[in-house]
């Protein structure tokens, strides 16, 4: 009996990939078919995403399905959250695709802030507040080009509008717009009264359709250019939504940490919690399949790990960095990795060193020295994180499980380990199209449920227990 294959399009801050999935004998196989650069580009003075350039990429992938002769039943795009297009009554772009890493939000939380208080904001919708939030970048137009939001017929996210781009067909996703602090934590909605309060237009806001839910068939088009025709169906669109599916031993005692360019650390609830013990902590509770919510902080993440290797001299392996990070371990100044200086830097050596100046800590000079600063940053960040997710549910967790391409740093996992004085289990890599092949499943009923779903997962893939000690 043939395959069914299933295509995931996985768009990270970094990177694109087209990975091929298929049940066999039980278990989840993977195929990667294609992969791609992303990367931010100078327009008009703002940090814009090159959005031609993504569908170009998206097409091309899909190409490859016909090429190996594997044609998926169907396709599933996720990226990253709160990044968004509006398009005129012609479908086309208005304005540039601004990037969330982009300054032109500086200030725009004060904006907000004359018309509703940070309490009653996160009380409505349980987002942490992050400066690069939707609704911050939509003040941030209404502010600097007001005409777009005049002219705008329609607002979608990243994978919404290459959605809309293969099949013509516009469709808005529940777990990649709650990232945004615009969707009404109880009502599931978008929060209207709240929009308009902001003189936010809200006719350009179509419904929010859950996971699973079918896009359309590829458009005649492009149907004639990939050289087959299949369905678009929504995942999780948001890639932590994705991830976090796939985590396969998600129990009321485990902690996930969904590890890549940004660090997402939390646990899953069914029920929202927007109180103000929450809000203080900046703790968020996305939205994810079936309303289950993501009870998590956003935490910088490996994004620092990126810039510094693109920053050294040396081309250096991951284990050369891992051996160099070793040599540093004497080193003892940290920083907050969640400061804001860290978000976009020229350089972010420099931003470094400049922090702990400022911090009257002792400067690092070393490459070794530098490294071991951000990862200790980092895990002393996630112990701090776990502290107060046990805080604020009134309970202890045993386990942390990792996920996702960050979880292959055996160093940084290590630190895990020794900071938090958890078990620590790290797999699979590719949790976020692992999950985005989930919904396409499940939408196939290929599995009675999720927890049926995360059971193949786990028995699919590798799990590695990390061990809490720095031995190179």
Known sequence: ????????IDIGASSGRHILGWLEHGKIRLEELYRFENKLVKRNGHLCWDIEHLFAE????????????????????????????????????????????????QGMDEEVRRVISDEELYSRNGIQKQLFNSIYQLLAIKKETPELLDEAESFLMIPEYLNYRLTGIKKNEYTNATTGQLVN???RDWDYELLEKLGIPTNIFGELNMPKTVVGKLSLEIEAEVGFQTEVVLPATHDTGSAVMAVPSITDDSIYLSSGTWSLMGIERLIPDCTEKSRAYNFTNEGGYHYRYRFLKNIMGMWMMQSLRRE?????TFEELYQ????GRYFTSVVNVNDESFLA?????????????????????????????VYMSLARCYAQTVAEIEEVTGKKYDCIHVVGGGCQDKFLNALLATETGKEVFAGPVEATAIGNLLAQMLRDECFADLREARQVVAKSFAMEKVEGKLVF
């Open 58 to 105: 998206v097409v091309a992938g899909i190409k490859e399905c016909q090429h190996r002769e594997r044609i998926p039943a169907s396709i599933g795009i996720d990226t990253w959250g709160v990044d968004f297009v509006l398009l005129d009554k012609e479908g086309k772009i208005l304005g540039d695709t601004v990037a969330y890493r982009d300054s032109r939000t």
């Open 312 to 316: 050294f001299r040396h081309k250096y």
């Open 1 to 8: 009996m043939a395959n069914t294959y299933y295509l995931a």
């Open 185 to 187: 934590a109880q009502t």
């Open 324 to 327: 160099l990070a070793y040599i």
């Open 345 to 373: 830097p020229d350089n972010m050596i420099e931003a470094i060193k400049d922090y702990c100046r400022k911090h009257n800590q002792e400067v690092p000079e070393t490459e070794g020295e530098i490294l071991y600063c």
